[in-house]
């Protein structure tokens, strides 16, 4: 059996740091004639303990003595972090800088290739013809000279469009208006030739030019201008009714500008004084009428003139190239109606048409009066410059809207 041992006394030496030392007169009185030794200042002070009231079914743990330990001074604080950097996002393949360069460039050669490629798919409409003689012509001279025609042909026209212009199917077409276009080292040069000027056709005397087509077609009227003028044709480009109306149409209508009130019952034509749009058809019959001007055949050559000056203008705007309906429209139009001479290259095509839409100089061929004779001075020395490419040295005096020497 165990030996008892009896509970260590207060006053135990080796106790001391627990109970404190009865002896010391710094004990307090806790009541009752009792007094409790402060603990010494190496010895750790017991806490009382509180014990919760009866009844209440829990016991709170008594707080175990602590041994005293040594003063530790606080440890430093730890130094700041230093911020991290966030992780790195993956990287991403870098832009090819050259994409939209690439596309930009696909598209422009795509451009390109339809406004080069449309134009010579209207001309697979082209008719052509053998609108030069055989036998002596006059010799190659510098700069090219253009015979436009206009004819009454009413291809391309509805049935509605013949009755509106009094247009019907003829067996022999007619020629409306004959011009001379020179282009070269100098000013280009439109030259109207009135179709009731008198000259010499050969093999039918003298009579109006526009018989020469009636009686021989385009060769003979080409031998007519080349014996009378000494001026070679280089080309020869006939636009029919049809075309004509089909090209004001493309380029939206064009503007015209009589000097007076035109009512033409022949040419089914009423419009008002001064600057207003048209249609095609209303710009056909301005060209075409002569009954309600005062000087006839004349000014209706004028006329024709301002309307090929008008259509020009609209043809060469940016929107004719900027809008692909509308040059695909303008390229096309007319091509079933048009007919050239056989040679004629599409370079010469692209010439004319570039030259006709604003030609630096228009007027009529020289005449001494109403009846259409030609001015034997005035419109010999006309000739001889467009011959020698000298439309540089055309003056004001040879060159009158009218013909008419000033």
């Known amino acids: ?39 010494q200042s190496d010895e750790t002070r ?51 800088g050259g994409s939209w360069k690439r596309r930009i460039l696909a598209l422009l050669v ?32 510098p700069g090219t000279t253009y015979l436009v025609l206009g004819s009454d042909k009413a291809d391309g026209l509805t049935e509605a469009q013949k009755r509106a212009i009094r247009a019907g199917d003829r067996s022999s077409a007619r020629t409306d208006s004959i011009m001379l276009l020179h282009i070269g080292s100098g000013p280009d040069l439109l030259m109207s030739i009135p179709r009731d000027s008198l000259v010499a056709v050969p093999g039918h005397g003298t009579t109006k030019i526009n018989a020469a087509y009636a009686y021989g077609g385009p060769k003979l009227l080409v031998q007519t201008i080349e014996q009378d003028t000494g001026i070679r044709i280089d080309d020869v480009i006939q636009i029919g009714f049809g075309g004509f109306v089909d090209v004001v149409d493309a380029v939206g209508g064009i503007e015209i500008c009589p000097d007076k009130r035109m009512d033409d019952r022949d040419a089914r034509l009423h419009i008002k004084k001064g ?20 000087l006839g055949d004349l000014d209706r050559a004028r006329h024709q003139r301002e309307v090929v000056n008008a259509v020009g203008k609209k043809a060469v705007s940016p929107w004719s190239v900027i809008n692909p309906v509308r040059y695909w429209q303008l390229t096309h139009a007319g091509a079933s109606t048009l007919t050239v001479s056989d040679g004629t ?31 034997t001075d005035r419109s010999r020395r006309m000739f001889r410059l467009i011959r020698q490419d000298r439309t540089g040295d055309v003056g004001r005096g040879l ?8």
Request: one cysteine or more; aromatic letters at 6%.
């Open 345 to 375: 290259s599409a370079w010469a095509l692209g010439r004319f048409a570039l030259a006709m839409t604003s030609p630096d100089l228009s007027c009529g061929v020289p005449i001494s009066d109403l009846a259409v004779h030609w001015d």
């Open 46 to 96: 017991v806490m009382p303990v509180v014990l919760p009231p009866e009844g209440t079914g829990r016991q709170r743990p008594r707080t175990a003595p602590s041994r005293p330990t040594a003063y530790e001074p606080p440890a430093p604080p730890a130094p700041p972090r230093r911020p991290t950097a966030p992780p790195a996002r993956p990287s991403r393949p870098p832009r090819s």
């Open 1 to 39: 059996m165990a030996e008892r041992r009896d509970p260590p006394q207060p006053g135990t030496p080796e106790y001391r740091w627990l109970y404190g030392d009865p002896d010391d007169t710094r004990a307090t009185d806790v009541g009752g004639g009792q007094k409790r030794p402060l603990p």
């Open 399 to 406: 060159c009158t809207e009218s013909g008419l020497a000033r």
């Open 275 to 294: 600057c207003q749009e048209v249609d095609g058809l209303t710009a056909l019959a301005y060209s075409r009428s002569r009954h309600a001007q005062r």
């Open 110 to 141: 795509l451009w390109i290739a339809f406004l080069v490629v449309t134009p010579l798919l209207a001309m697979q409409k082209i008719e052509h013809v053998a609108a030069f003689p055989a036998g002596d012509r006059p010799a190659a001279q």
